[in-house]
């Protein structure tokens, strides 16, 4: 069974400041996925890679293979981003992802 | 543009009693998971279905039962509520396997008293 590590697990931060938050997992997988959720409790799906990196707005994603690592970054941050950012993991199979336990971020305007 | 959508939304059940959470997709997509969100922990997986007529087990599986009699709904059910399922209940779909993006439902925030 994958483990999912997230960190940091809360993170309070300052409007415009750049955020990374780092996820590591312990067996290949054949893709991560990084995942939003709001205070309302809905989840939203933000990027799925593989490899490299993946960027959508002031939103980019990377991965490292090799070292099993994930990094999920924010640029000029807003209190709109305010929100839990969950990492998954996928095999490849049909059974679904593993999870972590997600990250708490506040930003303060 | 409905995509994933669980009823209902919030249900308070004593020990026991049974119910059966509903959750209806309208993207075509083969694959549909049951998931519970604890506090302090990720999400689990519960059951999921591969496509119509199938089902199987997740990681926490005991106590729940599932059906996908249609490609677009897959029901879960609680036969025997029990306080351990006090959690809030995701569903979610993908096109095919777990390497595509999961589409999720709201949740439905179940307590059981």
């Known amino acids: 069974k994958n483990e999912v590590e997230q960190s940091p697990q809360n993170l309070t931060a300052q409007e415009g400041e750049f955020i990374t938050i780092n996820c590591s997992y312990s067996v290949g997988i054949s893709a991560l996925h990084w995942l939003q959720q709001h205070p309302g409790g809905g989840i939203v799906s933000l990027f799925m890679l593989s490899s490299g990196k993946k960027k959508h707005g002031r939103l980019i994603a990377t991965i490292n293979i090799q070292e099993k690592h994930s990094s999920l970054h924010i640029t000029a941050s807003h209190p709109r981003d305010s929100a839990v950012y969950i990492c998954a993991v996928s095999g490849g199979g049909a059974d679904g992802l593993t999870f972590g336990k997600g990250t708490h971020l506040i930003i303060q305007p | ?113």
């Open chain 2, 1 to 113: 543009n409905a995509g994933v959508t669980q009823t209902p939304k919030f249900r308070v059940l004593k020990t026991g009693q049974s119910m059966t959470l509903l959750c209806a997709q309208d993207m075509n997509h083969e694959y549909m998971y049951w998931y519970r969100q604890d506090p302090g922990m990720g999400l689990r997986l519960i059951h999921y279905s591969v496509g119509e007529g199938t089902t199987a087990k997740g990681e926490v599986p005991d106590g729940y039962n599932v059906s996908r009699l249609k490609k677009q709904n897959f029901l879960l059910g609680l036969e025997s509520a029990a306080p351990s399922q006090t959690s809030v209940y995701f569903c979610a779909s993908s096109y095919s396997n777990s390497h595509q993006p999961q589409h999720f439902g709201d949740g439905t925030r179940l307590s059981i008293l």
